[in-house]
């Protein structure tokens, strides 16, 4: 059985910081693309931040500069820091993993896997 399991969410004032985390626990061989997405309430699931299993990000132009994504192979996590956070950054943020599980040779890939999110809510 594979969780994956988000912490760090809370309130916030604008201008404040949050560093989210995700942990992936279970028969994991490998987590290859991790992300980080998020849900305003009456808007769709938007992709915020991702990272390559080598390190290499990608970002949301509306959080450039603010947010930075990082992961830790050994631990099959990964991490967000939200700085200078503004009050539409305000959401559900879920983890999203493509995964390996199994034991080899026994391997099947399971992509879009995702977390029950945590909520951040930033005020003025």
């Known amino acids: 059985q594979v969780r994956l399991v988000e912490s760090g969410g809370g309130p916030v004032q604008a201008g404040g910081s949050l560093r989210l985390s995700c942990v992936v626990s279970?028969?994991?061989?490998?987590?290859?693309?991790m992300g980080w997405y998020r849900q305003a309430p009456g808007k769709d699931r938007e992709l915020v931040a991702q990272?390559?299993?080598?390190?290499?990000?990608e970002y949301a132009d509306a959080v450039k500069g603010r947010f930075t994504i990082t992961r830790d192979n050994a631990k099959n996590a990964v991490y967000l820091v939200m700085n200078d956070l503004k009050i539409e950054d305000t959401g559900a943020y879920y983890c999203?993993?493509?995964?390996?599980?199994?034991?080899?040779?026994?391997?099947?890939?399971?992509?879009?896997?995702w977390g029950q999110g945590t909520q951040v809510t930033v005020s003025s």
């Open positions: 999203k993993a493509d995964l390996v599980v199994g034991t080899y040779p026994y391997l099947t890939e399971e992509d879009d896997s």
């Open positions: 990272i390559t299993y080598k390190g290499t990000p």
């Open positions: 279970g028969n994991i061989f490998k987590a290859n693309l």
